[in-house]
């Protein structure tokens, strides 16, 4: 079984800061593409950013420049920098996660964390 904990959701002004956390834990013998993604109440999900293990980033075209998403492969653990937040990235922010079983890469699934609230409000 495979884990994804969030964390660094809170609640910041306009204009702040926030940074999100998630770490991979359980049986992977390998991380794929980890990404982040982000809901709010009657929308469907929507992609933030993905980066591969080599480190190619894919943003949403209306986040680049604020949102930069990195990884540490030896930590199994994507984060999400976020700047000049504005009220309307409030949503609850969701990490994403291939991860491979065994060395033949034939074998694999993708895993969601739970979510993390981030709330931009003055």
């Known amino acids: 079984q495979v884990q994804l904990v969030e964390s660094g959701g809170g609640l910041v002004q306009p204009g702040g800061s926030l940074r999100l956390s998630c770490a991979a834990s359980g049986s992977i013998f390998s991380l794929g593409t980890m990404g982040w993604y982000r809901q709010v109440p009657g929308k469907e999900r929507e992609l933030v950013a993905t980066i591969t293990k080599g480190g190619i980033t894919n943003y949403k075209d209306s986040l680049k420049g604020r949102f930069t998403i990195s990884r540490d492969n030896a930590k199994n653990t994507v984060y999400l920098q976020m700047n000049s937040l504005k009220p309307e990235d409030t949503a609850v922010y969701y990490c994403?996660?291939?991860?491979?079983?065994?060395?033949?890469?034939?074998?694999?699934?993708?895993?969601w964390g739970q979510g993390t609230q981030v709330t931009v409000s003055s």
């Open positions: 994403n996660a291939r991860a491979y079983f065994d060395s033949t890469y034939s074998r694999f699934l993708d895993y």
